[in-house]
């Protein structure tokens, strides 16, 4: 019984060391937070040809609001070979791909489930290591989570 409540007592302090400790802008694969705070949905999602693990945000204002997860790596891909591959990776969600009005412009993705949409954004030209920033933000309503 002892033993039970010093178990309990030990996790509820590192529960609340680790919430105020916590910094949503910098989620990791396989930390908590990211089995916590991240859709199985983009967690399911690949970083393709990464150059380095891809970070993690999850910010919301109330339970009310939709959620805005994102994701950030450096990849090797050329910008049009990012926004084809997600594209193709998607294609079970069934969102339609809107066409940018520039180069430079996020591509918006829309989808059947209103309650779903997410832009994708990558950086040209590529750093000095031949990788561009990719940026993926997606928009999920309380009903699609």
């Given at each position: ?84 591959a997600y594209e ?49 933000e997606f928009r ?6």
């Amino acid at each position: 019984m002892l033993a039970t409540g010093a178990a309990l007592l030990i996790a509820m302090v590192w529960f609340v060391a680790w919430f105020l400790t916590f910094d949503d802008g910098g989620i990791r694969r396989g930390d908590l937070a990211y089995f916590v705070f991240i859709p199985a949905k983009v967690r399911g999602l690949p970083a393709f040809a990464q150059c380095d693990e891809p970070i993690y945000a999850s910010s919301t204002n109330d339970y009310l609001e939709a959620e805005t997860i994102k994701m950030e790596f450096p990849s090797r891909f050329e910008g049009h070979a990012i926004v084809a591959a997600y594209e193709r990776e998607v294609s079970s969600w069934t969102c339609a791909r809107d066409f940018p009005s520039g180069p430079d412009s996020p591509v918006t993705f829309r989808c059947e489930d209103p309650n779903v949409a997410f832009r994708l954004m990558t950086a040209n030209p590529p750093n000095e290591s031949g990788c561009r920033h990719v940026k993926l933000e997606f928009r999920f309503s309380p009903a699609g989570l």
